[in-house]
């Protein structure tokens, strides 16, 4: 058997430009003023998305994952960047969001007037870079203390987007988030210690072949996947994220909910297919789809129990992220299927892009709301439908994808999710599905309610919001609708790179 | 007695109390400083422990084993950057806080 080594391959260098574009952005801001901050930061966008779609061509016109090995020094000394297709997924992913939300965040801003803003909008525009250079950098990260880094400066990057507004409820919140996420990544970086003196190396290929059954890197992996679930806020870590995503302004919520908490599921998504011996990932995938379960039905019964459509839409966060868990009990593989072959491997691939789109699209049409309404209370919302129809229909399109219904990306996602349960015979997990998905009705349709509702005093928007902004919402909520139309079965992109990795499965 | 005395040894335990008393502070003090305090003091135990590492993976001929000591220097360079990040948040939230209870009026509703 020979050893799986890093080399670098044609387009490899596509990865390194993915991370550092967005950096250079940031110091361009930083070098030539808050001025022409929206301008450099657009520029920016445009570039990044053709690099992530380069990544993606790439990946597809070659059948095989893309590496980089930054200066030519092999691990365990060096560090490799691989993106496989499940990164390329992400990558492309993040990329459109990211794009959408800087474009509402660019006409929101031409809106606001007064002239305290400009620093909180070149604040918001180095942050939103820094955020989308260190999620590229997780997404292809192959070294393990390379991607503490890369989490550490996506946790700098989102807590001063909690509190743009600088508000103290949001200081607060922006604080706990900070604190969460310390703990979390101190915890993923003393089992990163531990890994390095069993094995000797971080690289996450070359741990795939050698890792084994034993205590350290059972210890290692526990305090690992502790520390990330803090940060991707699973049930019962779960307390700082509603006042953290709900109090950001609407952009930062829509890239905090749909993309940052998605590093750290992905990390977890990492080790316990690709590092951890097939038992301990089988105790690893029942323990995290317990949490995952609770996570669903809980937090959706909290979204329900709302006041604030911000704070609804940031529980329906935490109990999707749920769906995302229940994923490694269904995407055990056997010996003649390795896990990325099954349906649930794809079902929770989509279920994360979905998702994402979303979750943003529902969060930039709350903005909106918020922008016309002045607030977000979904009990003085009635007849909103009639002023906004738009982002009515973003927020219904977006909530079809929720719950699960046809065709949505989300209906795909669970649907796949719901036979994977079905087939391995887990009444529980397909049961805990299935209430999510009615449960995830009941609070979409609340609002959706209230759109339609005729009230007696018809409702009056504070002030004129343009179409353009509605639409930012409208569009990702579109895509999120458009991923349900992918055939139903295991996706050959998500697979790409994959073979060869965990030998423990190979026959 | 000779085995805890071994250098390696004893940083590896230093280290895991030290990450005891860290996590202890960060999961049962309310005030926030001393969960800032306890965070830090739980980044000192595993850069100790990264020291161990170190020692217990040194080739031959040599003291200790370079790498984790690089990781080390990152890993306290990012530490040091999140207690900044902190601290300042503290900060802020301290002096609004501080103005709220100056002037206790609407604005205290919001908190």
């Given amino acids: 058997m020979t050893p799986l080594v890093h080399a670098t391959t044609p387009g490899g260098f596509l990865l390194v430009l993915a991370t550092i574009l967005p950096v250079c952005a940031v110091l361009a801001i930083l070098a030539s003023g808050p001025r022409s901050a929206a301008r450099i930061a657009l520029a920016t966008f445009a570039a990044g998305l053709a690099v992530a ?55 929101q801003h031409g809106l606001q007037t007064d002239a305290g803003g400009g620093r909180a909008q070149t604040t918001f525009w180095v942050m939103l870079l820094a955020l989308w250079s260190a999620l590229n950098a997780v997404f292809v990260g192959e070294d393990l203390f390379n991607l503490y880094v890369a989490l550490e400066l996506l946790t700098f990057a989102a807590v001063p987007l909690v509190c743009l507004d600088g508000r103290a409820e949001t200081v607060t919140a922006a604080l706990r988030y900070l604190l969460f996420a310390l703990i ?14 069993q094995y000797g190396t971080l690289d996450l290929l070359a741990l795939a072949q050698l890792a084994r059954q034993d205590p350290a890197l059972a210890v290692a992996l526990a305090l690992m996947i502790v520390g990330l679930l803090a940060k991707a806020a699973l049930f019962p870590l779960h307390l700082w994220l509603p006042p953290a995503h709900a109090g950001a302004p609407a952009p930062a919520s829509a890239v905090l909910s749909a993309l940052v908490i998605k ?20 105790i690893a995938g029942q323990m995290l789809a317990v949490l995952g379960a609770a996570s669903i039905l809980f937090c959706s019964v909290m979204a329900l129990r709302q006041a604030r ?13 749920g769906y995302l868990f229940i994923v490694f009990p269904l995407a055990a593989g056997s010996a003649d299927l390795p896990p990325w072959g099954t349906i649930a491997w794809t079902g929770g691939a989509l279920q994360l892009v979905s998702h994402a789109l979303a979750k943003a699209a529902m ?42 219904i046809p065709p949505s990306g989300g209906f795909v996602a669970k649907c796949l999710l719901l036979t994977a349960a079905v087939i391995q015979g887990n009444p529980w997990l397909a049961a805990t599905i299935l209430a999510g998905g009615v449960l995830a009705g009941a609070y979409v349709f609340r609002v959706i309610d209230k759109a339609l509702a005729v009230p007696t005093v018809p409702i009056v928007a504070r002030r004129a919001v343009p179409r353009r902004l509605e639409c930012a919402a409208l569009a990702l909520a579109i895509a999120a609708v458009l991923i349900g ?5 295991p996706f050959g992109f998500l697979q790409i790179g994959r073979d060869g990795l965990n030998l423990a499965w190979a026959p | 007695m000779m085995a805890v005395l071994q250098p390696g040894v004893l940083f590896g335990l230093c280290g895991a109390a030290l990450v005891g008393i860290g996590l202890f502070a960060v999961i049962t003090h309310p005030g926030l400083l001393r969960r800032i305090v306890g965070c830090n003091i739980l980044g000192a135990g595993i850069f100790l422990v990264f020291g161990a ?47 709220d209870r100056a002037a206790p009026d609407e604005s205290r509703s919001g908190l």
Avoid: C, N
């Fill in chain 1, 309 to 321: 459509l911000k704070l609804m839409i940031a529980y329906s966060t935490v109990a999707q992220i």
């Fill in chain 1, 263 to 282: 590093a750290p599921v992905f990390l977890i998504l990492r080790l316990v297919l690709d590092v951890a011996p097939p038992q301990a990932a089988a």
């Fill in chain 1, 363 to 404: 969060f930039l049409a709350a903005g909106v709301i918020a922008e016309a309404f002045g607030h977000d209370r979904i009990a003085d919302l009635g007849g909103f439908g009639r002023v906004l129809p738009i982002s009515a229909a973003a927020f219904g399109l977006a909530g079809l994808s929720l719950m699960g």
């Fill in chain 2, 53 to 99: 590492v170190a020692r217990r993976g040194a080739g031959p001929g040599f003291d200790a084993d370079p790498v984790p000591q690089a990781l080390v220097i990152t890993g306290i360079v990012v530490a040091f950057s999140a207690s900044a990040l902190a601290v300042a948040l503290l900060k802020r939230l301290a002096e609004l806080t501080v103005d």
């Fill in chain 1, 184 to 197: 979390g990544s101190l915890l993923y970086l003393l089992g990163a210690g531990l890994i390095y003196g």
């Fill in chain 1, 485 to 489: 139309f992918v055939p139903l079965r």
């Fill in chain 1, 53 to 107: 779609i380069a990544i993606a061509t790439e990946l597809i016109s070659s059948g095989k994952a893309l590496s980089y090995v930054v200066g030519a020094w092999q691990p365990p000394l060096g560090i490799a960047l691989r993106a496989d297709g499940l990164s390329g997924a992400m990558l492309v992913m993040t990329a459109l969001v990211v794009v959408a939300v800087g474009l509402f965040a660019h006409i």
